[in-house]
């Protein structure tokens, strides 16, 4: 048997739209799209004195809808009997007469929605619909939905008025109709048995996967749970192919341009979320995200870690649901799976790759090309962490291989937003944590995934709206968090996991960080780290072997991961570094931190050293770093300034007087040599746009603009408000740094001397005139009038400057900016084609009064 209810949503558009036009009256030939609202009783064919369809031919189309419907079907598969089908085309012509009836305006029936209009036109009907069966009334409500789907379409496409005043509805209901279609190429004809088990496991993938674990959100809100549909955030993958550069699309989108993916992300970056916003999205029939690649597909989240069993084979689709523990796995008819796939309608949800050993995953490899092979045409995503598969693991089976990115700038601050509104905290508390947080290049470096943003909030709200101002108290407070407070606040009982104190799992944890950063390594092995917690345990008074106290510091730290099997590194190399740190100063490491002192990856260890060091360690370690000579030694001493809580008049007035020689620059030279060698540091050490005066002013951006990391471009947004025009120049020229969407909207919109900018294509044309366009304009390397033409603001553009050899068109195509007053010409031009310049139009020629 079909399943009833599919069967309307069984109608193609072409063979319900013209049957849904001929209840309506024509429009007089030449007649154009309508402007205003219309009463739907004024637009039936069938009512008035105008009617040109009668109550019969309404009848007549209500039974085409019920035999093109029935004709859907397959031998044997008739949802009603023949004397069942009058009735419920009775019931249909009833309610569609009901349209002579309603007093609603086309937009207000089209704000209502296909299901809330159906139902009225039902009502108004008052259809008995008693003396059907229950698979018949589920056809006449089916039927009489997408009859009403049509019509709301319909009214969308004949009036410029609606799709001017309710421009998401109208989008929404062509998607609609243009999904059902999609459906109906790609879902095959279905048992009912089948179609009423896909919903039941539709609904289970919904609920399952339907909440996300938000750090830090349990001891606020009551509920670590989040609505995924609230929590998600559209990452963006990257695709680096050789002799292309890097191609992005948001992450969500990767399976609508390949049919198998293999998606690299490191810990904590999104991987697992992605997986379940795709596979609750694949069971959402409501179509409202706009993914035709994954209508009428279901969805099979397969975790490696859950379906991989020792001394056991992978799972045969068959065996998909039992394996991953799915609820309503018993419910399955048999063969399920099977139909599905050969149907090519699955979407194959592979995740974390790197959770399982490595003499694994050749026997994965295989699995995953073996089903490929056998069911062609399904979508494929296969999650791992960078390290776990070398490049190209899965060419041979057609797998392209993308990237997850880190958060960008914006998607930070919306998860800083929607953190606090689930939290129930005022959103003036996660704006000030915004700020705080950018400010910082240490909080920057920590905000890059939704676990680490997650932490800083709940510190953020912990600390009763503010973050530590040192990044000593910062790690400590979150130490204590994530190894003490927080389990107690969550009514965790003691257990063996729970009797290691907050002191000795600090011990414990940074024999591992220093281990870690005197091998240079970002992780290590599982026996390693074992053998080291091991041989600490005497020492300690601890009872548990090493195995014991690693499980316990894995399970309860939230602060150890197993990226990979066999394999441990720390939740960020941040609280790795502050650890490390703080060992080495026990130990009295200082030698071999100092020794380390040139190399980048050494310098927050050397910072945080600083702050945990007693204060004559403090003073000999930043007088070592000045004797180094170095402009780096310098920096480093007074970036590490902050963190001695108490040091020597004399040592501090040295490293004041190392830094006043480079901060800030005195010449571009200097701001050059600065930004290459300080990097952060540098910008740490930058003074306030307020402090900063003079002809050298610029000087300062220079540097920030320079480094052209995301801290850098907070930086500069407190420079947007400076009125030094040199300031401003060098801040519209340092947009090609960053991100240049990003930039626009953060530091261009807010300058008020507008100067000339460097363009390098049309698509930083277009981010300008998204912001409504730019005066002056510079545009480097070769380019296209019809470009220039199309993309400038004409009634803005009142500068620009060309530096490229150029076009034969010459320069009449200037006259389409009617207030252009300079034209920069970089190249030698003939004075037959500057005669083409309109009048008024001031040609200049930097390079010749360069020279």
């Excluded at 009551?222 to 609505?227: D, F, H, I, K």
């Excluded at 599905?340 to 959770?355: I, N, S």
Aim: glycine residues 6%; aromatic residues 6%; contains cysteine.
């Amino acid at each position: 048997m079909v399943d009833p209810g599919a069967l309307g949503a069984r109608l193609a558009s072409s063979a319900v739209a013209p049957l849904v036009k001929k209840l309506f009256v024509k429009d007089q030939p030449g007649a154009g799209l309508v402007a205003k609202p219309v009463r739907i009783s004024a637009l039936v064919s069938f009512s008035g004195e105008k009617r040109s369809v009668t109550p019969k031919d309404v009848e007549k189309i209500a039974d085409e809808l019920v035999r093109r419907a029935l004709k859907a079907t397959g031998p044997g598969e008739r949802p009603v009997e023949a004397a069942e089908a009058v009735a419920v085309r009775t019931a249909l012509a009833l309610s569609l007469s009901a349209l002579g009836t309603l007093t609603i305006e086309d937009y207000e029936a089209v704000a209502l929605g296909p299901e809330e209009f159906a139902r009225r036109l039902r009502e108004r009907a008052t259809v008995s619909i008693f003396g059907l069966s229950a698979d018949g009334e589920l056809f006449y409500e089916r039927l009489l939905h997408t009859a009403s789907l049509h019509i709301l379409n319909f009214f969308t496409q004949r009036s410029t008025y609606i799709a001017r005043q309710q421009t998401a509805q109208s989008q929404q209901l062509a998607r609609l109709v243009k999904a059902v279609d999609v459906l109906l190429e790609r879902l095959p004809s279905q048992s009912s048995e089948d179609a009423a088990f896909e919903a039941r496991y539709a609904a289970y993938i919904a609920a399952r996967h339907g909440t996300l674990t938000i750090y830090g959100l349990d001891v606020y809100a009551g509920t670590s749970e989040w609505p995924l549909d609230a929590a998600y955030l559209s990452l963006e993958a990257t695709r680096n192919r050789p002799g292309e550069g890097a191609a992005h699309v948001a992450a969500e989108q990767v399976l609508a341009q390949h049919d198998h993916v293999l998606l690299r992300g490191v810990a904590g970056s999104g991987k697992t979320t992605l997986v379940q916003w795709l596979a609750v999205t694949t069971a959402d029939l409501t179509y409202e995200h706009g993914l035709a690649h994954l209508i009428g597909r279901v969805p099979f989240v397969l975790p490696m870690r859950r379906i991989v069993r020792p001394g056991a084979e992978l799972p045969i689709p068959s065996e998909f649901l039992t394996s991953v523990g799915c609820l309503v796995a018993g419910e399955q008819p048999a063969g399920w799976v099977e139909r599905v796939l050969r149907a090519q309608r699955g979407v194959l949800l592979v995740d974390g790759m790197d959770e399982i050993s490595e003499d694994r995953r050749t026997a994965a490899r295989r699995w995953l090309r073996d089903l490929t092979r056998t069911f062609p045409g399904n979508l494929w995503l296969v999650t791992s962490r960078p390290s776990a598969v070398p490049d190209k693991w899965l060419d041979a089976t057609g797998f392209a291989e993308l990237t997850l990115s880190p958060m960008t700038h914006d998607d930070v601050a919306m998860f800083v937003h929607r953190w606090h509104h689930a939290a129930g905290v005022d959103e003036a508390v996660g704006d000030a944590m915004l700020r705080t947080v950018r400010r910082a290049s240490e909080l920057n470096r920590l905000a890059t995934n939704p676990l680490m943003c997650g932490m800083l909030c709940a510190l953020h709200r912990d600390r009763r709206g503010f973050l530590p101002q040192d990044r000593k108290s910062l790690y400590q407070a979150a130490l204590t968090m994530l190894l003490e407070r927080r389990d107690v606040e969550r009514g965790l009982h003691p257990s063996y996991d729970a009797r290691l104190s907050f002191a000795t799992q600090v011990q414990l944890l940074q024999k591992l960080a220093w281990w870690l950063i005197r091998n240079s390594r970002a992780e290590m092995d599982r026996s390693e780290a074992v053998r080291i917690l091991g041989d600490a345990a005497p020492s300690m008074g601890l009872d548990g072997g090493g195995e014991d106290i690693y499980a316990s510091l894995l399970l309860r730290s939230g602060l150890l991961r197993e990226p990979a099997d066999g394999r441990v590194d720390f939740l960020h190399r941040t609280f790795q570094d502050y650890l490390g740190a703080r060992l080495a100063v026990q130990e009295l490491d200082f030698d071999l931190l100092l020794n380390h002192a040139g190399r980048a990856e050494w310098e927050d260890v050397i910072l945080l050293a600083v702050a945990h060091a007693r204060p004559k360690e403090a003073e000999q370690m930043l007088r070592r770093l000045m004797e180094r000579g170095s402009a780096h030694g310098r920096l480093l001493a007074a970036a590490a300034l902050p963190y001695a809580a108490e040091l020597a008049p004399e040592v501090r007035e040295m490293v004041e007087e190392g830094m006043r020689s480079l901060v800030p620059p005195q010449s571009e030279h200097e701001a050059y040599v600065l930004a290459e060698v300080g990097r952060d540091l540098a910008l740490d050490l930058l003074p306030e746009p307020e402090e900063v005066h003079g002809d050298r002013a610029y000087l300062v951006p220079l540097v920030a603009a320079k480094i052209g990391t995301p801290a850098a471009l907070n930086y500069l947004t407190y420079f947007r408000d400076h009125p030094d025009l040199q300031v401003q120049i060098v801040l519209a020229a340092a947009w090609s740094v960053f991100d240049r969407e990003l930039y626009a909207r953060e530091v261009l919109t807010h300058l008020t001397r507008r100067p000339i900018i460097p363009v390098h294509g049309p698509e930083d044309l277009r981010v300008l005139r998204s912001i409504g366009g730019w005066p002056r304009v510079g545009v480097l390397g070769a380019y296209r009038v019809e470009d220039l033409v199309e993309l400038l603001v004409p009634e803005l553009l009142t500068h620009i400057a060309l530096d490229a050899p150029h076009p034969v068109e010459g320069f009449g195509w200037l006259s389409a900016f009617p207030h252009l007053t300079d034209l920069d010409v970089e190249n030698a031009v003939s004075d037959d084609v500057l005669r083409q310049v309109p009048p008024g139009v001031r040609i200049n020629f930097p390079k010749r009064q360069g020279n």
